[in-house]
């Protein structure tokens, strides 16, 4: 299994367009792996995580095309995750020379109502529609996918984080997170990941409601740990960093690895 990051920044990105944070002035001085796009995820060539306002700005960048993905798996309706018009860039009249598989959408409730406000046609994106709800499972491609209810976007209900089994490898794709419910880790029971995703949004900030500080972050892979879904082996990858809670990426990197982890940037690939 292969990773892609596209982006691996919170909602505002880094650095955001309104801030004069240390975090978004040392970004903008430095550039490189300091700058997070908004985040989306590539699994293979053909499975996207997330579709997020900036998939053009990052594809270009890393001459990445989207062509062959006919799997999105989105995890809430937040706008740093799902922006319809980008699903609306797949119709026809976009790309007159260009014959593109038609693409299975994994994602709740909410995220279809923003669908279907935003006018989106899902014959013109060329779409088939695979609604979820937390705690389920569903085959997609040669994909097993299982749906677990993430603690964020409460209001809402329907967040989530996906397993994702593509029959080499088994990825939990947590972001956004919070901490999950005890119902959550029942879910994960029994697992055995190759690697895991996780959220390190608010790093530095005290317990957020919808989102992991450092603390949160050590605790959840603990838990992990404890229950034998990671171990050793297992790649830990700390991704959807926000401005106003992480450091510039050399040193946030530092800090991750001594939980065991790696950070992730805009760019970066990971097979295991
Ligand atoms: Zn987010
Ligand atoms: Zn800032
Ligand atoms: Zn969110």
Redesign the pocket.
Known sequence: MKLTFLGTG??EGIPSPFCDCPTCEYARAHGGRNIRKRQSVLLNNDLLIDLGPDIFASCAQLSLSLCEVNQLLV??S?S??FEPTNLMLRAKAYRLSTELPEMTVVAGPSVWALWDASGGSDQQAGIKRRPILPNRAVQVGGYSVRSLEAA??SSIGD?MNYVIDDGTATLLYAS?SGLYSDETWQQLEGLQLDAVVLEGTIWSRPPGK??LNEDDFRSMLERMREIGAVTERTVVIATHFSHQGSAPHEEQDERVRKLGGICAYDGLTVAF
């Open positions: 919170a909602a995890t809430h937040h740093d995750h964020h976007h967040a956004d919808e989102h």
